[in-house]
């Protein structure tokens, strides 16, 4: 099989998003029979062997979306926050420094704590914003307002649909429009093209 495969969007039964998964994976759930249903385009098809008594080969056919029974996935609620690390942060702010507005690359962003973990700030998502080194510098241990340096957005925490928009750079169409519903009026995918 080809590794440019699409991930496969999974969803619990009630249609709240899970995870991604490897086209390895879904042929596992496809096989032992824990796909409740599926829904968007056909994502890619797998073929076994032939049988003796028939001469027909078998195969599996997954779609890009694909609901999972069984209660593995009711663990994971949908309004669980998502894990922060840079990829994601830079992804939320849309690569914007949140300080002087500017537009950057990946090397040139860094991550920067509202309230400095230095002075007891936390690692969270309402507590980071995207900024570039120079504004990062220029803010160094001090608060925005002691910095005299203001917020142009404020910081959110994605929830999981946004989460897994974020996660993945090869997303469908199919499954971009399914997340898409489900992420919060606020988000600044909103304005993704």
Request: glycine share 6%.
């Amino acid at each position: 099989m080809n590794r440019s495969l699409p991930l496969i969007l999974t969803l619990d039964t009630h249609g709240v998003p899970h995870r991604w998964i490897t086209w390895q994976q879904a042929v596992w759930y496809y096989a032992k029979e824990r796909v409740a249903w599926e829904m968007g385009r056909e994502a890619f098809t797998v073929w076994g062997g032939r049988s003796h008594l028939t001469g027909e080969r078998s195969s599996i056919t997954s779609n890009s979306i694909i609901a999972i029974k069984g209660k593995a996935l009711a663990f994971k609620g949908f309004n669980s926050v998502p894990p922060l690390n840079n990829r994601e942060l830079f992804h939320r702010d849309k690569y914007i420094c949140g300080f002087c507005s500017g537009h950057f690359s990946h090397y040139k962003l860094t991550c920067d704590h509202i309230m400095p973990m230095s002075r007891g700030g936390r690692d969270t998502w309402m507590n980071v914003v995207t900024a570039c080194r120079a504004c990062n510098q220029k803010k160094g241990s001090r608060t925005p307002e002691e910095a005299h340096m203001q917020l142009i957005y404020a910081p959110y925490v994605p929830n999981r649909a946004e989460f897994l928009i974020l996660a993945n750079r090869r997303i469908l169409a199919d499954q971009m429009e399914f997340l898409k519903q489900h992420v919060s009026a606020n988000s600044r995918l909103h304005t993704v093209s």
